[in-house]
C-alpha cells in the first residue's frame, strides 16, 4: 500500500539548533517527493520536491530510497521556521499522498 | 493575479444536511484538486479534474460525495446528507496542466463541522 509516514507530531527545537523532520514512504515504483509547508493563517504551499534537489530556505532533503526516506534538513533553525510540514508523495499522474505532519516550533 | 479561493471559509450544519463547498481556481489552471483534511491527519484525496476530461473521483469516501467543475472554472464539492464524520477542512488545490511535475496552489480551506 502506498503511504507517508512522519512519525513526529510535534518537534520543538532552539534557534540555531539542526533540525531533522522525518518522512518516511511505502511505494514500490519510482517516487515523487514533496515538501509543503503551513505557516500559522497562511496557505498550504510547495517547499520543496526531491526532482529539483534544491534548497529553500535552507532547507534540504534528500531522497533515500534504500531506507525510503526523505527526511527534511536544515543546519540552523530560525524561529520563522515554525510551521506544519507535511511530506507528500506522489505515485505518477497526480494522486499526492500526504503525511499526517509535524509541527515545528523553534524556540527562542 | 488572485490565487485559489474558496467559499464559505467555515460552515456548520446539522446531520442530515446537504453541503455545496465551492472553489475558484487560479485562472488558465486546467487542473483542479479536492483534499480533505480532518483534525490531526493528513491530506486525504478526493477528486481530481483535469481539463475536459472525466474526472477521477476514486478518492470519493462514499456516494454521498460528488463534485462538479465546468470546463476549467469554478468546482463545486456536495455532501448530501451529511455525517458527524464529515467534519473536516476541505481544501482546494489548482495546478497549470496537472502533470507530476506541476506545482499545486491550496486554497485557504472551508472547515466544515457537522452537529
Known amino acids: 500500500a502506498q503511504r507517508v509516514t512522519q512519525p513526529e507530531k510535534l518537534l520543538s527545537v532552539f534557534k540555531g539548533a539542526p533540525v531533522e523532520l522525518k518522512c518516511n514512504y511505502s511505494y514500490s515504483g519510482s517516487p515523487e517527493l514533496f515538501w509543503y509547508v503551513q505557516y500559522s493563517r497562511q496557505r498550504l504551499q510547495l517547499l520543496l520536491r526531491h526532482i529539483s534537489r534544491e534548497s529553500i530556505k535552507g532547507f534540504t532533503a534528500d531522497l533515500n530510497k534504500g531506507e525510503t526516506s526523505f527526511h527534511l534538513k536544515k543546519p540552523f533553525a530560525q524561529e520563522e521556521d515554525s510551521a506544519m510540514y507535511y511530506c507528500?508523495?506522489?505515485?505518477?499522474?497526480?494522486?499526492?499522498?500526504f503525511g499526517a505532519g509535524t509541527r515545528l516550533f523553534v524556540k527562542a | 493575479g488572485a490565487g485559489v479561493s474558496q467559499s464559505p471559509s467555515n460552515k456548520v450544519t446539522e446531520k442530515g444536511k446537504d453541503v455545496e463547498l465551492r472553489c475558484d481556481p487560479i485562472?488558465?489552471?486546467?487542473?483542479l484538486y479536492w483534499y480533505r483534511q480532518r483534525l490531526g491527519q493528513g491530506l486525504e484525496f478526493l477528486i481530481y479534474f483535469q481539463g475536459n476530461s472525466a474526472p477521477d473521483k476514486s478518492g470519493l469516501p462514499s456516494d454521498r460525495f460528488s463534485a462538479e467543475r465546468t470546463g476549467e472554472s469554478v468546482s463545486t464539492l456536495t455532501i448530501q446528507r451529511t455525517q458527524q464524520e464529515d467534519s473536516a477542512v476541505y481544501l482546494c488545490?489548482?495546478?497549470?496542466?496537472?502533470?507530476?511535475?506541476?506545482?499545486?496552489?491550496f486554497g485557504p480551506g472551508t472547515r466544515l463541522t457537522v452537529l
Open positions: 507528500a508523495l506522489r505515485t505518477g499522474g497526480f494522486k499526492t499522498i
Open positions: 488545490a489548482s495546478s497549470r496542466q496537472g502533470s507530476s511535475t506541476d506545482t499545486q496552489y
Open positions: 485562472s488558465g489552471h486546467t487542473a
